[in-house]
């Protein structure tokens, strides 16, 4: 069925440094995507999201690049922090009107200082 | 600005026993709300969702069921609990472009 997933379930990396976390999906109805962020215990945080007219987006420290004809979604995190360690998923709408989100399976991202 | 409350946080509860989480949602008038579970380690799975008072929508066949009896409150219950109820429960409301804003969560373990 169609689904949504992650490439890496686990990234390391240095305080500072650049992190990137990847996500394939695989419905080509989907039109918007989100990334969440989760920390252990809390509900998941909207960081980031992006429709299917656009291949990038720039946040606070954070972007978002959707290609479409992969069908690839990737959240970039600049000069990385012990704060930004936590679970992230993406997530993506299937085209559907009523706000049905599907999840991938979500990336650990572990910021060492 | 809105807020969306769940309780209880933490839940432990014998298999066979009932079940009320509850969820309300304030600064937002007339929300789509939902309901998501979220097994250890996993992904979240959608449960139910509601559009209107009255109006809920099941996703997954299951032991579980919600009701929405206020425009701010949405209510996941169970007559009698499974061991494989058991898991992290979230309740969202949908915001203007379609993402969802969800709760802290209630984690309920079944014994």
């Known amino acids: 069925g169609e689904s949504v997933g992650l490439h890496l379930p686990t990234l390391s990396v240095q305080e500072g440094d650049n992190s990137i976390i990847n996500c394939a999906y695989s419905?080509?109805?989907?039109?918007?995507f989100i990334w969440y962020k989760q920390e252990s215990g809390k509900g998941p945080q909207f960081i980031i999201d992006?429709?299917?007219?656009?291949d990038k987006r720039q946040g606070q420290r954070v972007t978002v690049l959707l290609n479409k004809t992969v069908k690839h979604l990737s959240l970039q995190i600049a000069a990385t922090q012990p704060g930004d360690s936590a679970v992230y998923f993406c997530?993506?709408?299937?085209?559907?009107?009523?706000?049905?989100?599907?999840f991938g399976q979500g990336t650990i991202l572990t910021v060492h200082p | 600005s809105q807020t969306i409350h769940q309780w209880p946080a933490t839940l432990v509860q014998p298999v066979g026993s009932p079940l009320s989480l509850e969820c309300t949602v304030e600064?937002?008038?007339?929300?789509?709300l939902y309901w998501y579970r979220q097994a250890a380690g996993r992904g979240l799975q959608l449960l139910f969702y509601?559009?209107?008072?009255?109006?809920i929508s099941s996703e997954v066949p299951q032991n579980l069921s919600a009701s929405r009896p206020q425009d701010r409150q949405f209510i996941l219950s169970s007559k009698k609990l499974l061991l494989s109820d058991s898991g992290f429960y979230l309740c969202?409301?949908?915001?203007?472009?379609?993402?969802?804003?969800f709760g802290e969560g209630s984690r309920l373990t079944v014994l």
């Open positions: 997530a993506e709408n299937g085209g559907t009107s009523y706000g049905k989100l599907t």
């Open positions: 992006i429709r299917s007219n656009m």
């Open positions: 509601s559009v209107g008072i009255g109006q």
């Open positions: 419905n080509s109805a989907s039109d918007y």
């Open positions: 600064g937002t008038s007339n929300p789509n």
């Open positions: 969202a409301w949908r915001g203007q472009d379609g993402e969802l804003f």
